[in-house]
C-alpha cells in the first residue's frame, strides 16, 4: 500500500474539523433521520421529491463525515516552524508586479482562514513559494497567464 502523505493541519483546524464531524455524527444524523421519516410518511417514496432530496442530502453529509475522518486520521497536527523559507504553514506577505501587497498562509484547503489567501502547497503559487527566502522573486504559472511576486516576509502562522 503506499505512503500516504499526511495533511498538514493547524491546531485550530484540527479543532473546527473535529467539531464539525460531531457535529455531523449525532445533530446532522437525527435531523436527516427525521426529514428522511417525515418525507417516508407522505406515501409512495417512488414519486416523492422530498424523499428524494431528503436521502440526497443524506448520502452528501456522509460523504462528508468519511472525508473530515480520513483527514483526521491521517493528518499532521502542529504548529508552524520557524524559519527563515517558506514552507507549509508559512505566512507571507508578497509584492504582486503591480505594486500590490497581500498575506498568503501555505497550507492545505482544511487549514481556510478568513484573514489570509490560502495558497495550498500543490496550488501554482503555493509550490512556487515554497523554499524561497525573504527577497526572492519567484514565477508561477496559473490559468491567467505567468505571474511573478517578491517575498516581502516570512513568518510562522500562528492561528
Known amino acids: ?39 417516508r410518511s407522505h406515501g409512495d417514496i417512488r414519486e416523492n421529491a422530498d424523499y428524494d ?19 483526521l486520521q491521517t493528518s499532521e497536527v502542529r504548529q508552524a516552524a520557524k524559519g527563515d523559507t517558506v514552507a507549509v504553514g508559512s505566512v507571507v506577505n508578497i509584492r504582486r508586479a503591480d505594486g500590490g501587497e497581500m498575506k498568503v498562509f501555505v497550507a492545505p484547503p482544511e487549514n481556510k482562514v478568513d484573514s489570509y489567501v490560502l495558497a495550498s502547497p500543490s496550488s501554482p503559487l503555493g509550490s512556487a513559494l515554497l523554499g524561497a527566502k525573504v527577497g526572492d522573486e519567484v514565477a508561477y504559472e496559473a ?9 516581502i516576509s516570512i513568518r510562522p502562522f500562528d492561528g
Open 1 to 39: 500500500m503506499p505512503d500516504i502523505e499526511p495533511t498538514w493541519l493547524t491546531p485550530a483546524a484540527h479543532q473546527k474539523l473535529s467539531d464539525e464531524l460531531e457535529e455531523l455524527t449525532t445533530t446532522g444524523r437525527i435531523e436527516i433521520s427525521e426529514r428522511i421519516a417525515e418525507a
Open 53 to 71: 432530496a431528503a436521502k440526497n442530502e443524506q448520502g452528501l453529509m456522509e460523504a462528508r463525515i468519511r472525508k473530515i475522518q480520513h483527514i
Open 143 to 151: 490559468p491567467g497567464g505567468t505571474f511573478t511576486v517578491t517575498v
